[in-house]
Every structure is written in structure tokens, then in C-alpha cells.
């Protein structure tokens, strides 16, 4: 068994990254793509590794030479490597492929080794690595028979998005039998270039070959091993955060603030959402508009004022929409009286937006950080605070204040001169949590200096679309706020998100009623990890302390390290007092809840 690489490429996607380099000369975490395919072969047994070099092919081979003196391997150039392909670099190799059986491989791919060890140690002499299409795949698709022989190639070209769920992405390692490519391949391959050129990929082949017979490959499905590919410089970031080591790649991921769904074997258990809404059929209704409201411009501020207001039952001039929650924020912590007072911990992007000498923070009591509306009026009304912020349940605590204290709450800003601001981003999620809501016109008429602020996201279980809400009955404020925004700060599909909403809002209220029952069977069932504390939440998420010795940030990356579980380590911020013992849980789907529960039941201090 030999194995032949191809490193002819000058991957100009990656830009500056591969000035003067070949691709797989690129480091990863500090380890570059060369070593680690290297090192995944030493110990094979290998008669030959063949590279074949192209673009800054002297640095390749003065490398691999000085740091791989005692493996056998031999190189070939491609010197027109600027205007040929792959396939091309591997018909430089085919005498090579004629004379033994062959691993081949690409230089930008990075895996686990053990990768390599699915095609090595399958039975079949002949054999394609695959893994299920995810949405981050790009490139050659396959489809499989029951038996795991390719029936179709499928290129970028002819993908099907209907049909995902049936593709599989080659991984662009194939073990070939000496016989295959002598007898299959080769021929074809020669006659392939005669007819198409250089320019081409050496799949191709393999396509053809499966159009006009079964081309005798099976698929080895590596399942859940770790690879990408590398391409352009996200690419390589995301590689990084793969492959890095539990505690890097726990930074990684919390560093990106989302974007999760390139990594879909991460349950986020971090970020806050509504799984059990939008419905299906409201989903299937965006579908089907998708080319429009991609083609079209959404509407500007004063329209998408009046759909927001049109569902919350308020004057357009009363309600401003805004790209998320943090949007929103940005802008009202801007025109809030000075200094503002704020709880702790809570939210911290209020009080990131705040400026440091206007802000007053009233520290919530350990060791759960429960409070009340009576317990805020007697710490503001001994300070000079002249706004307020509430977050309502608060965030990460889980607080709530009910509503008719809320009221009281709101009386006394009113008689006070204070402005109060309730974000309710989560109150729909608390038992009976729609009639818990400030967010109607006679509330805000009696209370005009009350503002109330909605994240959409997070409610309603739509991120993506970045919607949030703020609503007053101080029209100026509005007015000057809408001045400050961009006209077009929301897109077409938020904009149509909002348009349709009102046909689904008995399917809302049911599900904001299976979240609370959800929520409440988890709480139950965390009370029973004998190593937490479980405060209580009205909320999409709860609040533990630890009680085991072991901190927060070991316990999140040992629950990433082994479950692939995301969870928020609330080291740090403002309002744990340095403590090192608290995380925060998103409440998921019975399914999810059950693995989260079933591994922290499993863990061992």
C-alpha cells in the first residue's frame, strides 16, 4: 500500500495566508496540514508516500525532506500547476497508481487520524470515505445504494436541496486497488483529459464511471470523526475551532457568539431560544416566498412600525422595530437619564452600553439572586438614579417579579420622576406568561415614562432573523430613536415574518405553554444532580451553582470535551462576586434535556 497526495494548488482563496506557500504548508492551531497528514501515515506501513507539488513546490519538498528524513517519499511536479487541476497531478502519478495499491489523498483536508484507519482497515479494496451532507458541505455529493455502492456522483452543479437528506459528501479520501485503477480508472482517466482537458477534477472520472456502469467503489461512512476541508480563511477558523483542544475550542466557540449550525454536533445548551416555535406550516409559508423576499427590498421604518404595532394592539408611533434586541440597546441606553441603575448580575450588554460613571448597579442578593419590585423601590429610592433597567425573569438569574408588582413598580417611577425600563424578553416563557406582559397600549398609556422591550428572537424562537421590539407611549422618544436607526434595519424576511405572524398566534400561545411544562420538568430533574443547586426560573433557562470542586469553566469544557454539550459559564460576570460555581442552562427539547441530564448524571468528581 503506498500514498499518493496532491499539493499542487496555490489556493488563492485563502489570500495572504498561502503567499509563498502551498495549502497544506498552513497551520493549524500550529500544527500545519503536511505534519499532520504525515504523521497519520508514518506508522502505516507505507511503501510509498508520492506527493505531488506544484505552486511554492520547493518549500514543500525542503520541508517534508528536513523534518520526514526516514519516510520513503517521492515527489512529482506539476509545473503548470496555474492553469491545470487535480486531475491532471494525478495523471502525473499514474504510473505510481498502476504499480500498487494506493491511499489517495488531498492536501487541504484536515482529520483525526483515524479517518485514514476507515479506509485502511475496510474490507473493500476499493473505497470512497463519506459523511452525511451537513449545510457547511460543499463540493462532490454522492448518493448510496442499500449496500453502500455509489450510484451517482452528484457535482455542485446538479445538487437537488430536496434530495439532501440522501446525499453523502466524499471526504476526498478514497482507497484504489491496484486492479481498479489499472483496469477502471486509468483508461478512463486518459480518455477523459483527451476529451476535456487538464482543468478538471479527478472525481469527474468517477462520475462517469458510475454513469455508464457501477464504478466498484464502496462508501465507507466515517460517521461522527472529525475532518474539514480548507478553502478560503473561514475555512481555516473553523478547522481551528475543531481541532482545537477542549479549553481552545470552548473560547472558540463562545468567541463567535453563535453560528453554531457549522457545527452541528454541538448541542447549545448556551444561547436562548424557543424550540417549540415557528410551527411547521409557518415555516413551509416563508419557503415558499423565499425568492421574493430575497430579491426584494423590505419595507422601511414607518411600515415595519406598523406591523409590529398591528400585533401588540399599539399606535405605530408608539412601537420601534430594530435588528435584534441588541440594536435596540445601543440606541436607548444612548438618551436615558443619567445615572442609570441597573440590577446585578444580569443582562450585560445594558451595562456594557452604560457609561461606566453613569450607572448604578444594585447587587442582587446571594446566593440564588433573588429580589423583588419592594426590594428595588428601597435601594432606588436612597440613591439619585433617575432610570432604571429591569430585566424580566432577569437574565441569568431567572427572577421574576409578577405583574401587579411590576405596576407598583411602575407607580412609583411615575411619581418619582425615574424612567423604568422592563426588557420582558422572556416573560412568555413564565407560567401564564402572556398575560404577565407590559406590552399593550393601556399599560403604557398610564405609565409614560415606561418603556418595554422585546427580543422576537428569543421568544419566538427566530435568531436569525433578528427582530426585537421597544415600545413607549412617549412618542418624542420613539420619534428620536426611529431617527437614529437605519431606514432599512431589518430585512425582507423579518419583515415578512412579522406580516404573517398573526395566523400562527394560537399556535404561539401553545407553544409558550409546552415551553413552561418543559422548563418545569427540567428544573425538577436537575434538583435531583446532587452536585447542583438549582435556583428557580420563569424563564427559557436556569441558573445552578456547583457544588462539586470544580468550576464552572472545567465543568463547560468537560461537557464539550464529552457530550459535545454547550452550556454558559457565568464566571466573570458582574454580580457573582468572583464566584466560579455558577452556569447557566438553556432549557431545549425533551430529547436534548434527556442527554443533557443523562450526562451530568454520568459525571464522576
Known amino acids: 500500500m503506498q500514498a499518493i497526495i496532491l499539493a499542487a494548488g496555490m489556493g488563492r482563496r485563502l489570500g495572504y495566508l498561502t503567499a509563498g506557500n502551498t495549502k497544506c504548508m498552513l497551520e493549524v492551531n500550529g500544527i500545519r496540514i503536511i505534519d499532520r497528514v504525515l504523521d497519520a501515515l508514518k506508522d502505516k506501513n507505507l511503501s510509498n508516500i508520492v506527493i505531488v507539488t506544484g505552486y511554492a513546490g520547493d518549500n514543500l519538498t525542503k520541508y517534508v525532506r528536513d523534518n520526514y528524513p526516514s519516510l520513503p517519499v517521492t515527489f512529482i511536479e506539476n509545473n503548470v500547476f496555474d492553469h491545470t487541476n487535480n486531475i491532471y497531478s494525478l495523471w502525473l502519478a499514474k504510473e505510481f497508481l498502476e504499480a500498487d495499491d494506493t491511499l489517495l489523498l488531498e492536501s487541504d483536508l484536515i482529520y483525526e487520524p483515524a479517518v485514514i484507519d476507515c479506509a485502511l482497515d475496510s474490507p473493500y479494496p476499493d473505497v470512497a470515505l463519506v459523511a452525511k451532507y451537513k449545510p457547511w458541505m460543499d463540493g462532490t ?16 452543479s446538479k445538487f437537488d436541496f430536496s434530495h439532501a437528506e440522501r446525499y453523502f459528501k466524499t471526504v476526498n479520501v478514497y482507497k484504489l486497488s491496484r486492479n481498479f485503477a489499472t483496469q477502471r480508472y ?38 461522527d470523526l472529525k475532518w474539514y476541508e480548507i478553502d478560503d480563511i473561514q475555512d481555516l477558523k473553523i478547522a481551528e475551532t475543531i481541532f482545537a483542544d477542549p479549553e481552545q475550542r470552548l473560547k472558540l466557540l463562545q468567541s463567535s457568539f453563535g453560528g453554531y449550525w457549522r457545527h452541528s454536533e454541538i448541542k447549545d445548551f448556551c444561547y436562548l431560544v424557543n424550540p417549540f416555535f415557528p410551527p411547521a406550516k409557518m415555516m413551509e409559508e416563508m419557503k415558499a416566498s423565499f425568492d421574493v423576499l430575497l430579491r426584494e427590498y423590505p419595507s422601511g421604518m414607518d411600515v415595519n412600525s406598523m406591523l409590529a404595532a398591528k400585533y401588540f394592539g399599539l399606535h405605530k408611533e408608539m412601537i420601534l422595530v430594530g435588528n435584534g434586541a441588541a440594536e435596540l440597546i445601543k440606541e436607548l441606553t444612548a438618551s ?7 440590577v446585578c448580575p444580569t443582562f450585560e450588554e445594558y451595562l456594557n452600553r452604560l457609561p461606566q460613571e453613569g450607572r448604578i448597579l444594585f447587587q442582587a442578593p446571594p446566593p440564588l439572586f433573588r429580589y423583588s ?28 417579579i409578577p405583574r401587579s408588582d411590576l405596576l407598583r413598580l411602575a407607580d412609583w417611577a411615575e411619581e418619582s420622576g425615574v424612567r423604568l425600563i422592563v426588557d420582558e424578553s422572556f416573560v412568555d416563557f413564565a407560567s401564564d406568561g402572556l398575560a404577565e406582559s407590559l406590552l399593550n397600549e393601556e399599560t403604557l398609556l398610564r405609565y409614560p415614562r415606561l418603556i418595554v422591550l422585546k427580543s422576537i428572537s428569543k421568544s419566538y424562537g427566530v435568531p436569525g432573523l433578528r427582530l426585537g421590539v421597544l415600545a413607549s407611549a412617549d412618542v418624542a422618544l420613539i420619534a428620536q430613536m426611529k431617527k437614529s436607526v437605519a431606514i432599512w434595519n431589518i430585512n425582507s424576511f423579518a419583515e415578512f415574518y412579522m406580516q404573517i405572524f398573526g395566523k400562527y398566534e394560537a399556535d404561539y400561545s401553545r407553544a409558550c405553554a409546552l415551553y413552561a411544562e418543559e422548563r418545569d420538568w427540567l428544573l425538577d430533574r436537575l434538583k435531583e444532580v446532587e452536585w447542583l443547586t438549582v435556583a428557580p426560573s420563569q424563564a427559557n433557562f436556569i ?28 464566571t466573570g460576570k458582574r454580580g457573582f462576586d468572583g464566584s466560579d460555581r455558577f452556569i447557566r442552562i438553556a432549557v431545549r427539547d425533551r430529547n436534548d434535556n434527556s442527554y443533557l441530564l443523562r450526562a451530568l448524571h454520568d459525571l464522576r468528581f
Open 141 to 156: 455529493m454522492v448518493e448510496l445504494d442499500e449496500r453502500d455502492n455509489i450510484i451517482s456522483f452528484i457535482p455542485r
Open 336 to 342: 436615558l437619564p443619567l445615572p442609570c441603575a441597573a
Open 373 to 400: 419590585a419592594d426590594d428595588l423601590i428601597r435601594w432606588c429610592e436612597v440613591s439619585d438614579a433617575r432610570s432604571l433597567i429591569l430585566v424580566n425573569p432577569d437574565n441569568p438569574s431567572g427572577n421574576f
Open 543 to 570: 441558573l445552578a451553582r456547583i457544588d462539586a470542586p470544580i468550576s464552572a469553566h472545567t465543568l463547560a469544557v468537560k461537557l464539550l470535551k464529552d457530550y459535545n454539550i454547550l452550556i454558559k459559564d457565568c
Open 186 to 223: 486509468i483508461p478512463f482517466l486518459e480518455a477523459y483529459i483527451k476529451a476535456m482537458g487538464n482543468n478538471e477534477y479527478y472525481e469527474q472520472v468517477l462520475r462517469v464511471l458510475t454513469t455508464i456502469d457501477t464504478c466498484d467503489i464502496k462508501a465507507v461512512d466515517i460517521g
